[in-house]
Nanobody, 123 residues
Framework: QVQLVESGGGLVQAGGSLRLSCAAS????????MGWYRQAPGKQRELVAT???????NYADSVKGRFTISRDNAKNTVYLQMNSLKPEDTAVYYC?????????????????WGKGTLVTVSS
């Protein structure tokens, strides 16, 4: 099995910053893409940012210029630096990782989600 554990959420005032972390562990052979998604109350989950194993990034228009995604491949960890936070950034933030997991000599595609971390931005 593979586990993703997020950390770093909390309450912050508008204009402030937070840094989220997500560490993947377990029977991982390789991770291709890692990303952050968020779900605000009453809304569907949406993409925030993704990063490939080679470091190519993709951002939602709403966070471009304010959020930065990065990863440490050696630690199977992805980060989300969030600056200039706005009340509309309030949501549960979920980490996602896809790639290949290994079970003895067998390999399987994997796509896992963390349980989420709450980010609340007050006005």
């Amino acid at each position: 099995q593979v586990q993703l554990v997020e950390s770093g959420g909390g309450l912050v005032q508008a204009g402030g910053s937070l840094r989220l972390s997500c560490a993947a562990s377990g029977s991982i052979f390789s991770i291709n893409n890692m990303g952050w998604y968020r779900q605000a109350p009453g809304k569907q989950r949406e993409l925030v940012a993704t990063i490939t194993s080679g470091g190519n990034t993709n951002y939602a228009d709403s966070v471009k210029g304010r959020f930065t995604i990065s990863r440490d491949n050696a630690k199977n960890t992805v980060y989300l630096q969030m600056n200039s936070l706005k009340p509309e950034d309030t949501a549960v933030y979920y980490c996602n990782a896809n790639g290949v997991r290994a079970v003895t000599t067998l390999y399987y595609d994997m796509d896992y989600w963390g349980k989420g971390t709450l980010v609340t931005v007050s006005s």
